[in-house]
């Protein structure tokens, strides 16, 4: 089993940043792939950034340019938000894929005013 928790939500105005962290505990070797989806209300959950084992990024065409995701270790993803508009509030998670199993945090929320 694999625990994830989100933190580093919060309010901002429009075109600050925010950092978002996500660690991982319990079974964390051998974890692939993590992702970075978000939730706005009435609408889907989307794909915002995902990071492989190796390193390899990508993103949301919304998103490029303005967030960056990192993975300093097995257990941690950063993402960092730049220029947030008001468009970007919406609950954030993450996500990570063991062993054919794919596991959730609770999710953090970010509001950005304009």
């Known amino acids: 089993q694999v625990q994830l928790v989100e933190s580093g939500g919060g309010l901002v105005q429009a075109g600050g940043s925010l950092r978002l962290s996500c660690a991982a505990s319990?079974?964390?070797?051998?974890?692939?792939?993590v992702g970075w989806y978000r939730q706005a209300p009435g609408k889907q959950r989307e794909l915002v950034a995902s990071?492989?084992?190796?390193?390899?990024t990508s993103y949301a065409d919304s998103v490029k340019g303005r967030f960056a995701i990192a993975r300093p270790n097995a257990a941690t993803s950063i993402l960092q938000m730049m220029s947030l508009k008001p468009e970007d509030t919406a609950v954030y998670y993450c996500?990570?894929?063991?062993?054919?199993?794919?596991?959730w945090g609770q999710g953090t929320q970010v509001t950005v005013s304009s």
């Open positions: 990071v492989t084992s190796s390193g390899t």
């Open positions: 996500n990570v894929e063991k062993g054919g199993k794919v596991y």
């Open positions: 319990g079974s964390i070797f051998n974890l692939n792939a």
